[in-house]
């Protein structure tokens, strides 16, 4: 079974500065994809970037980039030059060829606080 | 541009009354469609996709059920709704065949409070 763990349930961080939001994952998946979304308060969900589990670098997306370390299953999300509008829960979350690449498992979620 | 229909945004409903929660997919043909639920401060549960007009896969057994009339219409329903229904419904939506790099992309959401 897949399973994602993001063990900050909220994380603090000054305007302009970098923050990362941790997330390990458990898949015996040969193939898997690997993705962020932003919620903020109005409830949407928000694709921001994702990871191929045979992508040899880093996806990069604008002030996003997913620190990919497979060996250690960590795909940890970086935020550079936080700002005001970045403050929401942030979740990680996979899809794998167990489950026919149709279930996009979640995380519980880490909610970002950006202050001034 | 794709975009994503669905509505209600809020809803109260009584214990045992009915639900009907819409999605529509606009600028796209064939989508993948699913219904995610979110209980308060948890992350997202699937529980039904389709993958074509009257083509749908369970998760979770519940007492919900869904239906693709029309190819970018999907419809989330309950004959009788119970207070763990509760909760923050999303639709969502994807392109071409199901593998590891389709983003799935979510709707507006519907939160539903059963009373």
Redesign the interface.
Known sequence: AQKITQTQPGMFVQEKEAVTLDCTYDTSDPSYGLFWYKQPSSGEMIFLIYQGSYDQQNATEGRYSLNFQKARKSANLVISASQLGDSAMYFCAMRGANTGFQKLVFGTGTRLLVSP | SQTIHQWPATLVQPVGSPLSLECTVEGTSNP?L?W?RQAA??????LF?S?GIGQI?S?VPQNLSASRPQDRQFILSSKKLLLSDSG?Y?C?WSVGQ????????????S?LTVV
Do not use: K
């Not at chain 2, 401060?41 to 699937?46: A, I, N, V």
């Open positions: 993948n699913y995610y401060g948890r992350g997202l549960q699937l996709y993958v896969s998760e923050f999303l969502a199901a593998r590891s790099g389709n983003t799935i992309y979510f709707g507006e959401g939160w």
